[in-house]
């Protein structure tokens, strides 16, 4: 018998967690702090894990091939810097609501604005220079609508997982799609659960 099939079925669980763990931890450890950083971000906001975040908190690069505590929450804005124009010109939105999304993902990444108002929209947009919104209201209405945004605390919106995720994907639109489908996907069957405990 296996060191596994000894451990009660509390026991295997955490065994197995800890190997899943101590895999993703090596494997991050071989990469540099930004690409740690992206490749979390998009596990949280697949998953929509919600972690709050900490601002005096980042990851610590250190020399010793075994510092595992350098593993620690990275802040919304201790991305490497870029200008809205560069991000947007970056990230190549072909309609309204996707310069919208983008726009949304560099106030809160960037910015550490996590909920804005239509205005904040205008004025970033002014920044990337961008050309003017028809109706800004209305764009990032049908943005929310699409679940790209969702409603915040004060009448404010906020980027969704779904947006997040439809960000980072971009500019390869074909794997957007998939990641914006597959979400909704989710979505529908969370509904379709939630129904049935009410029949």
Not at 53 to 69: C, E, L, M, V, Y
Not at 145 to 173: F, H, I, T, W
Request: glycine fraction near 2%; include cysteine.
């Amino acid at each position: 018998m296996d060191e596994q099939s000894n451990l009660s079925e509390v026991d295997n669980k955490i065994w197995e967690e800890q190997q899943v763990l101590s895999k993703v931890i090596d494997a991050l450890l071989k990469l540099d702090v930004e690409a740690r950083y992206k490749i979390l971000r998009t596990l949280m906001t697949f998953f929509e894990v919600d972690v709050q975040q900490d601002k005096s908190s980042a990851f610590i690069r250190s020399d010793r091939p075994n510092t595992r505590q350098t593993l620690r929450e990275h802040s919304f804005t201790n991305h490497v810097k870029i200008s809205p124009k560069e991000f947007i010109m970056e990230k190549e939105p072909e309609t309204d609501v996707e310069r919208v999304v983008c726009l949304s993902y560099y106030l809160a990444h960037y910015r550490d604005v996590r909920h804005f108002k239509t205005s904040d929209i205008s004025n970033i947009n002014t920044e990337a220079a961008q050309r003017k919104f028809a109706n800004t209201a209305y764009v990032v209405n049908n943005a929310t609508q699409s679940g790209y945004l969702a409603q915040a605390p004060g009448n404010s919106k906020q980027l969704s997982a779904m947006g997040e995720q439809y960000v980072e994907a971009l500019p390869d639109r074909a794997l957007a799609k998939s990641v914006a489908l597959k979400s909704r996907s989710r979505r529908a069957k969370k509904k379709r659960v939630i129904g049935t405990d009410y029949d």
